[in-house]
């Protein structure tokens, strides 16, 4: 029997029971920090001394200059600045363009302009290239920012991904993607989900090549195999030197893709440092170096314009790979940083170009190929701002993926519910209430009061995901995503628990009410040691504060430190103990 063909055969009938393929809502909220100018522009930053500062490169050397964009606003001569929404859907000043979960005025001409001011304008002064290679990965999960800093505030997500690429695909640009993955963050069915949602996603797109990172090989290998297999062209669109996923079939070790007179050779690689980051029996792991020494003659052979090589490993490993391996003309890297350098690094003497790409999905690369002997190629780094408007495209799938959520529920997730570690139950704030009257009467002004209702007004409504409710309900672990017992489960079955309430920041407090009610007879010492259990230090409620409020879901709540921050926030806030 042949054993390759029953297994394959297998697989591809229990994908058809697989869900469809499906992605993912990680809150994400970078900030709109003030990024250095983008400048097209190549520089030698390979030395040790310099990989950590890839960042802030210094001046590119004199051999190969390309003229950096001018400051400010300025249009660019021979093609507009990519514009958020098309001429004839523009909307009017400070109207809101309701596109995406949250109906936010995240495209309203301030945003817009706002976004241009703190990250830069695009493309300034180029020219249609012949060629526009769109580089992404490392999402991590981010699949959309949360809205909880503000879209206007923030950068990432597939839907505004989809409308840049669609916006240069629209002025005839010819577009390749290109992603070197690291889609998901973490493990369990909702990771699944995610994967999957992200994988339709980036068909939608059009992305010719899909790499892997280490926790998107968490992934069971079942799973991932479904996910494979249900994507159109997946065979193709799936590629890696280094990896076999159960068999040799499912996936391919390079691609060509040829498109505006160019035929790119292009494969990717798992670094060596990422192996240990994964477990997983279906997936068969190869040296790197080894790998693609067995590659890339096929490349060569097939008569590649340009040889592309993705590396999901830190920057240092795929350096050394190209220094390794210079018959690449460009290497991309996922590297350390957050955010990305805006020029390329050059290899000393070897004409290897690095692109590096930041983390979260808050940019892509573009590299463009021109038809020009003094500037044959150039850089873009593109922050994913509030300049592009949502997908509708990108909000299907979201509200099918918010959907699948709510149909699964809670223990359909694998979620469940673990004791607190103070082993009490919660109550509700409305007990609180009972003998805190003063304190209760500045909860219920704050935002925390109506945490949860904003989630039920999203469109769609949020109140179904797991990493949103954490932190919008009362008896969740913030950073775990996961529900205590007795804490919130739905607005029917535990009304009382909605909305970021008392517990959340003191601890359950069903045994403390009920022996200050005289339901439950305690000696002293224990009445004075639930009393005292309850009552929070200011360093304590600021570390509370912390776990919701963290980078990603309140930049500025670590502006300019989370010290100073805290003071200024608590004074919104600040109650104290009893009436």
Request: proline letters at 5%; charged letters at 25%.
């Given at each position: 029997m042949n054993t390759n063909f029953t297994a394959r055969g297998w697989l591809l009938w229990r994908a058809v029971l697989i869900a469809a393929v499906v992605s993912a809502a990680g809150c994400e909220a970078p900030t709109a920090e003030k990024s250095e100018p983008d400048k097209s522009e190549v520089a030698d930053n390979t030395a040790p001394e310099n990989i950590a500062k890839n960042a802030n490169l210094e001046k590119p050397p004199a051999r190969e200059t390309i003229a950096p964009p001018a400051p400010g606003l300025k249009a660019s001569k021979t093609l507009p600045a990519l514009k958020p929404v098309p001429p004839e859907s523009k909307p009017s000043p400070k109207t809101v363009e309701k596109a995406g979960p949250y109906a936010a005025d995240q495209n309203t001409d301030d945003a817009v302009a706002k976004a241009i001011r703190h990250n830069g304008p695009i493309f300034e002064d180029w020219p249609k290239p012949k060629l526009a290679i769109v580089f992404s990965g490392r999402q991590s999960g981010y699949i959309e920012p949360c809205g909880?800093?503000?879209?206007?505030?923030?950068?990432?997500?597939?839907?505004?991904?989809?409308?840049?690429?669609?916006?240069?695909?629209?002025r005839g640009w010819p577009v390749v993607a290109l992603?070197?993955?690291?889609?998901?963050?973490?493990?369990?069915?909702?990771?699944?989900?995610?994967?999957?949602?992200?994988?339709?996603?980036?068909?939608?797109?059009?992305?010719?090549?899909?790499?892997?990172?280490?926790?998107?090989?968490?992934?069971?290998?079942?799973?991932?195999?479904?996910?494979?297999?249900?994507?159109?062209?997946?065979?193709?669109?799936?590629?890696?030197?280094?990896?076999?996923?159960?068999?040799?079939?499912?996936?391919?070790?390079?691609?060509?893709?040829?498109?505006?007179?160019?035929?790119?050779?292009?494969?990717s690689v798992l670094g060596e440092s990422e192996r240990k980051k994964f477990k997983n029996d279906l997936v068969e792991f190869q040296p790197p170096e080894e790998a693609l020494k067995e590659v890339l003659p096929k490349l060569k052979a097939a008569g590649c314009d340009r040889l592309i090589l993705l590396v999901h490993a830190p920057l240092k490993e795929a350096i050394e790979l190209a220094k390794?391996?210079?018959?690449?003309?460009?290497?991309?890297?996922?590297?350390?940083?957050?955010?990305?350098?805006?020029?390329?690094?050059?290899?000393?003497?070897?004409?290897?170009?690095?692109?590096?790409?930041?983390?979260?999905?808050?940019?892509?690369?573009?590299?463009?190929?021109?038809?020009?002997?003094?500037?044959?190629?150039?850089?873009?780094r593109v922050p994913l701002d509030a300049r592009f408007k949502d997908s509708a495209e990108m909000k299907k799938i979201m509200v099918e993926y918010q959907d699948q959520l709510k149909s699964l529920g809670w223990k359909g997730l694998g979620l469940k519910p673990l004791a607190h570690a103070s082993g009490?139950?919660?109550?509700?704030?409305?007990?609180?209430?009972?003998?805190?009257?003063?304190?209760?009467?500045?909860?219920?002004?704050?935002?925390?009061?109506?945490?949860?209702?904003?989630l039920t007004k999203l469109d769609p409504p949020r109140h179904h995901?797991?990493?949103?409710?954490?932190?919008?309900?009362?008896?969740?672990?913030?950073?775990?995503?996961?529900?205590?017992?007795?804490?919130?489960?739905?607005?029917?079955?535990?009304?009382?628990?909605?909305?970021?309430?008392?517990?959340?920041?003191?601890?359950?407090?069903?045994?403390?009410?009920?022996?200050e009610q005289g339901e439950l007879e305690v000696t002293e010492a224990e009445q004075d040691m639930l009393r005292e259990s309850q009552r929070l230090t200011l360093k304590q409620a600021r570390d509370s504060?912390?776990?919701?409020?963290?980078?990603?879901?309140?930049?500025?709540?670590?502006?300019?430190?989370?010290t100073e921050s805290f003071r200024k926030y608590w004074e919104k806030v600040k109650h104290k103990g009893k009436d």
């Open positions: 909880c800093a503000g879209l206007e505030n923030q950068k990432g997500g597939l839907s505004r991904r989809h409308t840049f690429i669609k916006q240069l695909r629209g992603d070197l993955g690291g889609l998901i963050r973490r493990t369990g069915k909702q990771a699944q989900i995610k994967y999957e949602r992200t994988i339709t996603a980036l068909t939608v797109m059009d992305y010719s090549v899909i790499g892997f990172g280490p926790d998107d090989l968490r992934l069971p290998g079942i799973e991932l195999l479904g996910v494979i297999t249900n994507t159109d062209e997946g065979s193709k669109r799936f590629v890696s030197a280094n990896l076999t996923i159960h068999d040799a079939s499912f996936t391919s070790r390079f691609r060509i893709v040829e498109i505006g007179g160019y035929k790119l050779g292009v494969t390794k391996l210079p018959d690449f003309d460009l290497v991309v890297a996922a590297g350390e940083a957050e955010t990305p350098p805006a020029r390329l690094t050059q290899l000393k003497d070897k004409g290897t170009r690095i692109v590096q790409l930041g983390y979260k999905g808050m940019y892509v690369g573009v590299v463009a190929l021109f038809d020009d002997e003094k500037q044959p190629l150039r850089y873009q009490r139950k919660f109550v509700g704030s409305e007990t609180c209430a009972e003998c805190h009257t003063t304190a209760h009467a500045v909860w219920e002004k704050t935002p925390h009061a109506h945490a949860l209702e904003t995901d797991p990493e949103c409710i954490s932190c919008h309900a009362t008896g969740w672990n913030a950073q775990k995503y996961f529900p205590y017992t007795g804490g919130f489960d739905s607005l029917k079955t535990t009304p009382l628990l909605t909305g970021n309430g008392c517990e959340n920041c003191h601890g359950p407090g069903a045994r403390h009410a009920a022996v504060c912390l776990a919701c409020h963290d980078l990603d879901n309140s930049p500025e709540f670590h502006k300019p430190d989370v």
